[in-house]
């Protein structure tokens, strides 16, 4: 079982994805690991990500940037690991900074989304919805929006379930909401 949990910044998704994962634990006793993409680069990053950090409960185990988010995943599903990746926009931005193409950018996603395929255990995403805005001025901001769109498309046609979280409310696109924190 894949979900993939997309919202606006500040909109209660890390929280849903967190109760997911814990309801996921309470009925198969799976161990929890997120995978956390976020580097600190600034000050108030580095405060977010500790946020973060404080708000996770003790028990989950926690893998910081991994190199390759893909294989981090399938490793993790076959360990019998429930993962949550927080969050696949700044995964992203990562491949972007690293200097990727387009193409070598949707390979990544298309290998994620393999995974996702064969999952053992339930995988998690979160991500921000970034494009429901104006269409931003410069061109690198336009190319992470729609990557990022082509991205949500891509994970959402293998996921299970879609969740629009909003409010820290969330809202089904795709899957079945009963049975669910």
């Known amino acids: ?10 909109s209660g998704k ?9 309801h996921a634990r309470r009925l198969s006793g799976a161990p929890i690991t997120l995978v956390a993409t976020a580097r600190a680069l600034d000050e108030e990053m580095t405060r977010r990500i500790a946020r973060h950090r404080d708000d996770r409960p003790a028990h989950w185990q926690t893998l910081e940037l991994p190199d390759d988010l893909p294989a981090s995943t399938r490793a993790l599903s076959a360990r019998g690991h429930i993962v949550v990746v927080d969050c696949l926009t700044l995964w992203l931005t990562d491949l972007l ?16 989304g393999r995974v996702l395929e064969g999952a053992e255990t339930p995988v998690i995403l979160v991500s ?8 931003p001025p410069d061109p690198l901001s336009r190319r992470f929006c729609d990557l990022a769109g082509q991205m ?11 969740v629009w979280v909003a409010a ?14």
């Open 1 to 10: 079982m894949a979900i993939l949990v997309l919202g606006g910044v500040k």
């Open 14 to 22: 890390s929280r849903y994805a967190a109760r997911r994962a814990e």
């Open 97 to 112: 900074m690293q200097g990727l193409d387009d193409e070598t950018i949707g390979n990544c996603v298309a290998q994620l």
């Open 128 to 135: 921000n919805e970034t494009s429901l805005g104006i269409i």
């Open 152 to 162: 949500h498309q891509r994970l959402a046609e293998v996921c299970t379930e879609v």
């Open 168 to 181: 820290g409310l969330p809202l089904w696109l795709k899957g079945d909401e009963h049975d669910h924190t």
